[in-house]
């Protein structure tokens, strides 16, 4: 059983700063990426950022400049930093984890951006 926890979501002005962190624990096999998606209301889900293992990272160009995504081998965990936030950024993020032993996602975290 494998579960990823994501924690960090909230309410921010425009302008702002969150960090968003996914834990994933369990029986886990071979990593081979993480990321973050998104779905506003009413939209698609979106893929944000991803991280391979070996440190390769892919952003939307609409994140670009202003979003981070980093993470601890480790601890099998990934961050997403966000600073200067938008309103358009508002939605719930999801972690997602590529892995030998299939793909996992999160339960979301709520990202509202306040204008």
């Known amino acids: 059983q494998v579960q990823l926890v994501e924690s960090g979501g909230g309410l921010v002005q425009a302008g702002g700063s969150l960090r968003l962190s996914c834990a994933a624990s369990?029986?886990?096999?071979?990593?081979?990426?993480m990321g973050w998606y998104r779905q506003a209301p009413g939209k698609q889900r979106e893929s944000v950022a991803l991280i391979t293992t070996g440190g390769t990272t892919n952003y939307v160009d609409s994140v670009k400049g202003r979003f981070t995504i980093s993470r601890d081998n480790a601890k099998n965990t990934v961050y997403l930093q966000m600073n200067s936030l938008k309103p358009e950024d508002t939605a719930v993020y999801y972690c997602k984890m590529w892995s030998g032993g299939g793909d996992y996602w999160g339960q979301g975290t709520q990202v509202t951006v306040s204008s």
């Open positions: 369990g029986s886990i096999f071979r990593i081979n990426a």
